[in-house]
């Protein structure tokens, strides 16, 4: 059997349609987060501060903005995170979302910003 490569992902735009910002001219640093959502689980309203980017192992997660707008992402679909942007994550599904998210960031630098004041 020979190496099959496919490619999951190539956007300059999030999944709200906003124009991914330009890298920052430091040195840079990679970070891999997994996060498991149990059934019914939403994170805090947070925004990140550089671009990411994710693949959703398991499950279907649902991020809302604090707009009002929203998604839904299901197992194996490929997403572009909003940057700059309050919003949440939820496992609004039957079984716990699993999501690997990979964020290009630079030393010293918080990926997300918490907003607890939001509640």
Known sequence: MALQSTELLRASHSWDGATLPAYPSAPAELVANRMVFPVGE?????????INFGIVEQGDL????????????HQGEALVEVVGTIHRGENRGTKP?????????????????????LG
């Open 62 to 73: 649902t991020i809302v903005c604090q707009d009002g707008s929203e998604h839904t992402f």
């Open 42 to 50: 939403k994170t805090g309203w947070h925004h990140h501060t550089v």
């Open 97 to 117: 979302v699993i999501l690997n998210m990979f964020y290009a960031s630079t030393p010293g630098v918080d990926i997300t910003v918490q907003h607890p004041e």
